[in-house]
């Protein structure tokens, strides 16, 4: 007989208790873990809150009216009554209080310590120290959140955040005449880069072209001219302007009726003149740049020939242009005021043999074309009383010469004429000085209330601050007479001695000055045209005194009176302006 034996597997007890032992402990991490995740994310509201309510705070500490009031702060103002600068102070300041605030079931305890700092003359560094201003430069807030919550480790958050001094008249809820400021950051001054700065008496401001000459230059059949000017202190720049002036060469496109202009606006609220953009409605067809000359013209003219109208008797355009936040934007024509021709000795001291000259004395003189610069702005805005009465005012002044008895100083008893040559090579530039002016944009002429006064402006008395107008040396985009013209094989001496009805005629296309070791006998301005070399080695403008001893050179400077100011192009029968200056050679 066989028996079969069966065995049984399971679990034991043992087994059964371990089991359950393990599946405990995982369900406690679990649960230990999920309330770890509850309390992490009711803390990272709670900060989230806490932030919230201070970027509120700091907020509302810059949101002040009034840089001092005769209310006193209280924790329940209404606004505007007294919302002042001089109230920000240690939990004062601003329509939010420093009480205890409920937000859900949590009390957020705001609270902030503020400090003073002051700048001290042209100093760039903040102290504490009062510098006797009648209120701080700028405040530092340092703002703080606390609450309390089971579970929570750090219950603080903080921020600090700066608050600047500006004038309440820069907004829209005026009423106090406080002192002006607030502008935003300020570059270093540009001063050094100015050869003429101009003068316009706000703050110690003066403007002025940045270089010495413009650039000028010349691809395919467009010709460029571009300049900076800049406004600034003796410590800051506080604006810079980037102009383009463009001819270029258009032909038949796409229909534009419709264009961004750029126009100089003037802001109420800021007080100050600034570029926008508009947009203009005129039909244009030749809206397309034609390189069919050969080599691609300036890039720039693709704004040029698709927004500017149209010229009847020519595909060529001229454009005014000028950077609005960056942007290259059309703007008006050009409006040429003042046009004088200068010896470049005037404005410098120590140069081209002229050693008598001092500093001191060069400042004068520049002070002096300052004061007329600025008595010619204000003389033809005085003379016009809109606008369109600017667009037809035709009177270019050129009196400079006269106003400063021929350029003559006395130093010490010692006369200098800087209308005076050596024979031989002592050449010396001769500067084309153009002034251009816009008319004031409407609103200018509003009142304004500094130190409780009222004061109504008018074209003598308006900070020139708020007036557009351009100070530039136009020497290489002028025509230029006598010049010493050679025919090709350099043996005909030719004296152009007048302008030719042909404005590119004047800006000769031969050798003239580029091979001075031909150029004998008669005294002659260099005149050359772009596409020469020349200027590697000469201006246009400068005047070589080549002739005899004791005789003397009437020279002449031509330049367009409208929009463009560019050389070898004469467009739509634009009228010139031409002035004469006498040189003598000793």
Same mark, same amino acid.
């Given at each position: 007989m066989f028996y079969s034996h069966r065995h049984h597997n399971g679990f034991s007890l043992i087994e059964v208790m371990i089991a359950v032992l393990v599946l405990a402990i995982g369900i406690l991490a679990v649960s230990k873990l999920q309330t770890s995740l509850i309390r992490s994310g009711s803390n990272a509201q709670h900060n989230s809150v806490a932030a919230n309510l201070i970027h509120k705070k700091a907020d509302d500490l810059h949101r002040f009216v009034h840089i001092s009031s005769s209310n006193t702060w209280t924790s329940a103002i209404t606004s505007p009554n007294s919302i002042a600068y001089e109230h920000i102070l240690d939990n004062r300041g601003g329509l939010i209080g420093p009480n205890a605030i409920a937000i859900g079931n949590i009390n957020y305890d705001l609270s902030w310590s503020v400090k003073d700092y002051y700048f001290?003359?042209?100093?760039?560094?903040?102290?504490?120290?009062?510098?006797?201003?009648?209120?701080?430069?700028? +405040?530092?807030?340092? %703002?703080?959140? $606390?609450?309390?919550?089971?579970? *929570?480790?750090? !219950? =603080?958050?903080?921020?600090?955040?700066?608050?600047?001094?500006?004038?309440?008249?820069?907004?829209?809820?005026?009423?106090?005449?406080?002192t002006t400021g607030g502008d935003g950051p300020l570059k270093p001054s540009r001063a050094d880069e100015v050869n003429r700065p101009i003068s316009i008496g706000v703050n110690?401001?003066?403007?002025?072209?940045?270089?010495?000459?413009?650039?000028?230059?010349?691809?395919?059949?467009?010709?460029?001219?571009?300049?900076?000017?800049?406004?600034?202190t003796t410590s800051f720049t506080t604006k810079q302007e980037e102009f383009f002036t463009l001819a270029c060469n258009c032909k038949n496109g796409t229909d534009n009726?419709?264009?961004?202009?750029?126009?100089?606006?003037?802001?109420?609220?800021?007080? +100050?003149?600034?570029? %926008?953009?508009? $947009?203009?409605?005129?039909?244009? *067809?030749?809206? !397309? =740049?034609?390189?069919?000359?050969?080599?691609?013209?300036?890039?720039?003219?693709?704004?040029?020939?698709?927004?500017?109208?149209?010229?009847?008797?020519?595909?060529?355009?001229?454009?005014?242009?000028?950077?609005?936040?960056?942007?290259?934007?059309l703007f008006s024509p050009w409006k040429l005021i003042g046009y004088n021709l200068v010896p470049e000795s005037y404005f410098k001291d120590g140069i081209d043999g002229l050693s008598g000259m001092t500093t001191t004395q060069?400042?004068?003189?520049?002070?002096?074309?300052?004061?007329?610069?600025?008595?010619?702005?204000?003389?033809?805005?005085?003379?016009?009383?809109?606008?369109?009465?600017?667009?037809?005012?035709?009177?270019v002044d050129t009196s400079f010469i006269t106003d400063t008895a021929s350029f003559v100083n006395i130093i010490s008893g010692t006369t200098i004429d800087h209308t005076g040559f050596t024979q031989g090579n002592h050449e010396r530039q001769i500067q084309a000085l153009g002034i251009y002016l816009d008319y004031p944009p409407d609103g200018i002429y509003t009142t304004q209330i500094i130190s409780g006064t009222t004061i109504t402006y008018t074209a003598t008395n308006i900070p020139l601050d708020r007036i557009s107008f351009v100070e530039t040396d136009r020497s290489t985009s002028a025509g230029w007479v006598p010049d010493k013209n050679f025919g090709n094989s350099g043996a005909t001496t030719i004296g152009d001695i007048t302008f030719d009805l042909d404005y590119t005629d004047n800006h000769d296309d031969v050798d003239n000055s580029c091979n001075s070791s031909n150029v004998t006998g008669r005294h002659f301005v260099t005149n050359d045209a772009l596409e020469t070399d020349c200027e590697t080695d000469f201006s246009r403008g400068v005047f070589h005194p080549l002739g005899s001893a004791g005789s003397t050179s009437t020279i002449a400077s031509e330049i367009f009176s409208g929009n463009d100011g560019i050389v070898d192009r004469k467009i739509n029968s634009v009228t010139t302006v031409g002035i004469s200056i006498e040189l003598s050679i000793n």
């Open positions: 001290s003359g042209e100093n760039t560094q903040a102290s504490t120290t009062p510098s006797g201003s009648p209120y701080p430069d700028y +405040k530092e807030a340092h %703002i703080v959140a $606390e609450w309390d919550s089971a579970g *929570s480790l750090n !219950n =603080v958050v903080s921020f600090d955040t700066v608050i600047f001094a500006y004038s309440p008249s820069l907004t829209a809820l005026t009423g106090n005449s406080a110690g401001s003066s403007q002025g072209s940045t270089t010495s000459q413009i650039e000028l230059s010349k691809k395919g059949d467009s010709t460029l001219v571009k300049f900076e000017t800049i406004t600034f009726s419709s264009q961004i202009y750029g126009v100089t606006t003037w802001d109420n609220t800021l007080s +100050k003149i600034k570029d %926008i953009t508009s $947009e203009t409605n005129f039909d244009i *067809s030749n809206t !397309n =740049v034609d390189n069919s000359g050969g080599e691609d013209q300036a890039s720039e003219c693709f704004i040029c020939c698709r927004d500017a109208e149209d010229v009847s008797d020519t595909t060529f355009k001229t454009c005014r242009m000028k950077r609005v936040d960056g942007f290259l934007r060069q400042e004068s003189n520049k002070a002096t074309y300052s004061n007329y610069v600025t008595s010619l702005v204000r003389s033809v805005l005085e003379a016009t009383n809109s606008a369109s009465d600017l667009e037809l005012y035709t009177t």
